[in-house]
């Protein structure tokens, strides 16, 4: 975890393609086990060669990272704007964010070495970042083992200024669901629903276009039998992703919509519990009823002509090429990158938030981005 500050002095653009086509053929990372009830369905609609847990990129063209000039300043300030609210990061005299002496990094650090207690890491992982800080994390994903290929298991770890990595969530698929939802916990060894760590989960629909993301409360149905407790209260909806549909990549790289609940006066995020089945996320968005929710969206990647490219600055944190390379920023000023994700290596991606994100949002966000997305590629 380190201040706002650009984070290397060297810039660095990563090429950002759509996926153009997909065929029936199986992948490296597709397996050809037993079908689920899901892919069952599909393959009646000609779509079981599309059904996979996690596939790779497949872009038609080699994709190779390009250097470009020296990283420019980090903006003066950081606008998340739902409604008519603006949230100023609490920096120096100017507002900047990139100051390590008014950002109390030093705290945070203290804070990353204290995470082993279990009730600490979950209420970490839940709390917005503290504003001025950008909060560095490493995903990697384990496909090791006899259905791994299908359901691989992905870990989260903070990166320490020390080099050292901190454990913060692990997340992995369900497999029997008859839509994506992946299980979220504290706990790298348990990953049940039950678990004592379970944090959250992640939920889309049958295409996989739209994704939810919930804490660890109980459901509306579950709930209404459960004894009152702190584990067992109402799940609240902590953001939600929509992806726009894009079959077969004709219209661009990915474009996706990140909403999330708004923030109070005191910068705590604003709870939000559906009443009923069509106050969701996702329905109020669709509604355009966004009264204290914050919408934000990927930021647009540059064409560029002599790579024949779309291209994203991740300021050296991202080294190479993939469809699911992106950055999270509000329209009002898209300079401020609250969250940015990509690859690194073959199973290793980078994952870095800003306020007002916690680790279990930009955790989940970056889950929706590895899961296939049937009208999307």
Same mark, same amino acid.
């Not at 609490?90 to 990353?112: F, I, T, V, Y």
């Not at 490493?138 to 992905?154: N, V």
């Given at each position: 975890m380190t201040d706002g500050a650009s984070p290397d002095a060297a810039m660095t653009t990563v090429q950002v393609l759509p996926v153009m086509a997909q065929t029936s053929a199986l992948s490296d990372d597709e397996d050809d086990s037993t079908a689920t009830e899901t892919e069952r369905k599909l393959a009646g609609l000609q779509l079981s060669g599309f059904v996979d847990g996690d596939v790779e990129d497949q872009e038609s063209t080699p994709i190779i990272p390009s250097p470009s000039p020296a990283s420019p300043d980090e903006p003066p300030h950081a606008l998340v704007l739902p409604q008519s609210h603006t949230f100023v990061p609490?920096?120096?005299? #100017?507002?900047?964010?990139?100051?390590?002496?008014?950002?109390?990094?030093?705290?945070?650090?203290?804070? &990353?070495?204290?995470?082993?207690?279990?009730?600490?890491?979950?209420?970490?992982?839940?709390?917005? +970042?503290?504003?001025?800080?950008?909060?560095?994390? $490493?995903?990697?994903?384990? $496909?090791?083992?006899?259905? /791994?290929?299908? %359901?691989?298991?992905? %870990?989260?770890?903070? *990166?320490?200024?020390?080099?050292?990595?901190?454990?913060?969530?692990?997340?992995?698929? /369900?497999?029997k669901?008859?839509?994506?939802?992946?299980?979220?916990? &504290?706990?790298?060894?348990?990953?049940? $629903?039950?678990?004592?760590?379970f944090c959250g989960k992640l939920r889309s629909n049958l295409l996989g276009t739209q994704f939810t993301i919930f804490d660890g409360g109980e459901g509306k149905k579950k709930n209404t039998t459960s004894t009152t407790t702190e584990k067992n209260s109402s799940r609240q909806e902590l953001s939600a992703v929509i992806y726009e549909t894009n079959v077969l990549g004709f219209k661009g790289p990915r474009k996706m919509t990140v909403i999330l609940p708004g923030m109070t006066? *005191?910068? #705590?995020?604003?709870?939000?519990?559906?009443?009923?089945?069509?106050?969701?996320?996702?329905?109020?968005?669709?509604?355009?009823?966004?009264?204290?929710?914050?919408?934000?969206?990927?930021?647009?990647? =540059?064409?560029?002509?002599?790579?024949?490219s779309y291209v994203l600055n991740f300021?050296?944190?991202?080294?190479?090429?993939?469809?699911?390379? %992106?950055?999270?920023?509000? *329209?009002?000023? =898209?300079?401020?990158?609250?969250?940015? %994700?990509?690859? =690194?290596?073959?199973?290793?991606?980078?994952?870095?938030?800003?306020?007002?994100?916690? &680790?279990?949002? +930009?955790?989940?966000? +970056?889950?929706?981005?590895f899961d296939s997305k049937l009208a999307c590629e």
């Open positions: 609490q920096g120096d005299q #100017q507002g900047r964010p990139g100051s390590a002496e008014s950002d109390g990094s030093g705290d945070l650090q203290s804070l &990353a070495g204290n995470l082993d207690n279990g009730a600490a890491l979950e209420r970490f992982v839940l709390e917005p +970042a503290r504003e001025g800080s950008l909060v560095k994390c $490493r995903i990697s994903r384990d $496909r090791k083992g006899m259905d /791994r290929g299908l %359901f691989p298991t992905y %870990f989260l770890h903070m *990166e320490r200024d020390d080099g050292k990595k901190v454990f913060l969530l692990a997340g992995r698929k /369900r497999k669901s008859a839509t994506s939802n992946y299980l979220i916990s &504290a706990d790298p060894t348990d990953l049940s $629903r039950g678990g004592e760590s006066a *005191e910068h #705590q995020r604003v709870e939000f519990k559906a009443s009923v089945e069509h106050d969701s996320l996702i329905e109020r968005w669709k509604s355009k009823n966004m009264d204290q929710l914050i919408e934000l969206c990927n930021k647009t990647p =540059v064409w560029n002509d002599d790579t024949q300021h050296g944190r991202v080294t190479q090429a993939s469809v699911k390379n %992106f950055q999270i920023v509000h *329209e009002s000023d =898209v300079d401020y990158i609250i969250m940015q %994700f990509g690859r =690194v290596a073959e199973d290793v991606f980078t994952m870095d938030y800003r306020y007002p994100m916690c &680790a279990l949002q +930009a955790f989940g966000i +970056a889950l929706s981005s």
